[in-house]
């Protein structure tokens, strides 16, 4: 297991990094950072893109016409992704927006809060590296402390999305097989959420595109932190399994969402 980045994290403003694509060619970027999309007003984007480029010459991203080595890889690697983790943060005050992109043996970490862009080059060795940095993306925090259980992902969505009330989610987790008292604590919790992790992984090889069964969450609540991590049965079932947010656990649900991938896999 190994994962290192080449450099640090180099930080650039969202239209600066659009304005590149522009510039050699990106015509898609991954959905998760929602990259800025030109003015309206050609006047307008003019000036905008002078402003850009004024940065983009600041910094010394290009060299002799072509992007530096570092940079050439992060467009190369986002703009056609094979393999890539989505991550969603809500909190009251705005999305912070992750993307782990793969293209071939390359990898790019991709991290987005406002209008800053935190860029690095990765080198990621196998699953389990995977997994550590997207539990490395998580603060230290308590985890809530209850028992896991495991049921079927259409019964949980279809019992916590009839149920309104802290008190219906509690009887909707204890009729789905959660003890009481922890259907107590899981609802206690879920009511006192402050921040709503979401993550999803996809592939995309050959013109084909496919996507992790489901998505894993992760909560953190007044209670401590949860997670909600999908994963397949034999038979194809999918199954959603609540526990206490531990990195551990964190870890352990990556790598079983990307095992719900088609072919199971991450690496090439």
Excluded at 183 to 208: H, L
Aim: glycine share 6%; charged share 25%; with cysteine.
């Amino acid at each position: 297991m190994m994962m290192t980045t080449h450099d640090a994290p180099v930080a650039l403003d969202a239209a600066v990094l659009r304005r590149l694509g522009d510039r050699f060619g990106v015509q898609t970027w991954p959905v998760v950072l929602d990259m800025p999309v030109g003015a309206a007003d050609e006047t307008a984007q003019r000036l905008a893109d002078r402003e850009s480029d004024a940065a983009i010459a600041a910094l010394d991203l290009v060299d002799h016409d072509e992007p530096v080595p570092w940079l050439a890889t992060v467009l190369r690697v986002l703009s056609r992704p094979e393999r890539e983790i989505e991550m969603r943060g809500f909190t009251e005050t705005g999305v912070r927006r992750i993307c782990l992109a793969r293209r071939g043996y390359e990898h790019v970490l991709a991290e987005r809060a406002g209008d800053r862009l935190d860029l690095s080059v990765v080198e990621v060795a196998d699953l389990d590296a995977v997994a550590d940095l997207l539990r490395s993306r998580f603060d230290d925090a308590a985890a809530c402390e209850f028992t896991s259980f495991s049921v079927p992902t259409d019964d949980l969505v279809d019992g916590l999305g009839r149920s309104g009330s802290a008190t219906e989610i509690t009887d909707a987790l204890y009729t789905l097989g959660a003890p009481l008292s922890d259907a107590v604590v899981i609802s206690s919790a879920f009511a006192s959420c402050r921040v709503r992790t979401e993550i999803v992984a996809s592939a995309n090889e050959d013109g084909r595109f496919s996507q992790s069964s489901g998505a894993l969450a992760v909560f953190d609540t007044a209670r401590g932190r949860i997670v909600s991590s999908p994963s397949k049965s034999p038979d194809g079932r999918v199954w959603t399994t609540l526990s206490p947010g531990s990195g551990h656990r964190i870890a352990q649900a990556v790598r079983l969402l990307i095992e719900t991938l088609p072919d199971g896999t991450w690496s090439t």
